[in-house]
């Protein structure tokens, strides 16, 4: 007998940002799936559309089928740094990513999201301080309440940009909030490995990410009524997260508890069911492809593998 388990995925768009719910959605072009309402949480209103929020809604839909589906939705714009020395700030371009966790955490328990999946993300340096800790906190939070959180680590490897903003002219790489969250996790084998290489390009004492990757190019999805190709770490964050619902669904069926927060599951595995990737590389500062993976078990692009 299947048992209708409650592992309710959310995917998250922000700023100008909301999927197409019409009669072209993936069900009517596919008639692989029987149609599916969305439930959608409106933080903050904006009347807006992209293929990038239907994007996140038709293969987080498709893939955790069976499981209840939560579309929230947050407008607005989160301070920000100029990227480029010297630039007027204006308006920013930063998505607000506070007030999802905030409207969150009031929720009870068994209100919250099993999964919640995000694919937006900014560049690091253009984040104040003060507002990431603020944000990175509040996301901990929900994990330390039972929430699978898993954002996108962006899709230009650390060499976009590579010049740091802080009127020091200097190269440095970059990472992509809000991934770069800090948890505890140690990557010390690899940093002992490269040694003084790279000094000042790279905070040694942050987080290193991504965690895992998954397959994100040459997608289909349906749009303004037209079937396109697309492709990203927009696809592979709502598709990773997916299957984690479905690996809820299957534990909640055995009677055991959800995988709430990853990182430990994660880690403990020693990748079984992970397919480890040991060729390719990043783009890095000048533009080549010489970021390549230093050894099994590790690189730069994925700390553990991607699923298989």
């Known amino acids: 007998m299947h048992i209708n388990v409650q592992s309710e995925p959310r995917v998250t768009p922000f700023h100008k940002s909301r999927f197409r719910y019409s009669n072209d959605s993936t ?6 799936c029987p149609s599916t309402e969305v439930p959608t949480c409106r933080i903050h209103q904006y009347p807006g559309t992209s293929a990038e929020a239907s994007l996140d809604i038709q293969y987080a839909i498709s893939l955790a ?5 939560t579309y929230n939705t947050t407008s607005g714009r989160a301070p920000y ?12 371009v930063n998505a607000q990513y506070l007030e999802q966790p905030q409207y969150l955490l009031g929720l009870l328990d068994e209100e919250l999201p099993a999964v919640l999946s995000t694919s937006y993300h900014e560049e690091e340096q253009s984040i104040p301080e003060s507002y990431g800790e603020a944000t990175c906190s509040l996301f901990a939070q929900l994990g330390a309440r039972g929430v699978s959180v898993i954002f996108g680590s962006g899709d230009d490897g ?4 590579c010049l740091a903003n802080d009127n020091t002219n200097r190269t440095r790489f970059q990472t992509i909030f809000p991934a770069s969250c800090p948890l505890p996790l140690h990557d010390n084998g690899f940093l002992e490995s490269i040694g003084s290489q790279r000094d000042g390009m790279y905070n ?10 998954a397959q994100a190019n040459n997608y289909i999805i349906v749009d303004h009524g037209e079937i396109s190709h697309i492709g990203d770490t927009s696809t592979a964050t709502p598709v990773f997260a997916a299957i ?5 669904a299957a534990r909640l069926e055995d009677g055991k508890p959800r995988l709430s927060f990853l990182n430990p599951w994660l880690y403990s595995l020693n990748q079984a069911g992970l397919t480890d990737i040991v060729d390719g590389g990043s783009v890095g500062c000048l533009g080549d492809h010489g970021v390549k993976v230093p050894y099994a078990s590790w690189n730069a692009m994925v700390k553990v593998a991607r699923e298989l």
């Open 27 to 32: 069900s009517d072009a596919f008639r692989t």
């Open 65 to 69: 089928y069976d499981t209840f589906a």
């Open 81 to 92: 740094l100029p990227e480029t020395i010297g630039t007027d700030k204006g308006e920013s």
């Open 158 to 161: 650390v060499g976009r940009p």
């Open 204 to 213: 040694p004492h942050g987080r290193a990410v991504p965690d895992v990757a």
């Open 244 to 248: 984690v619902s479905r690996l809820d």
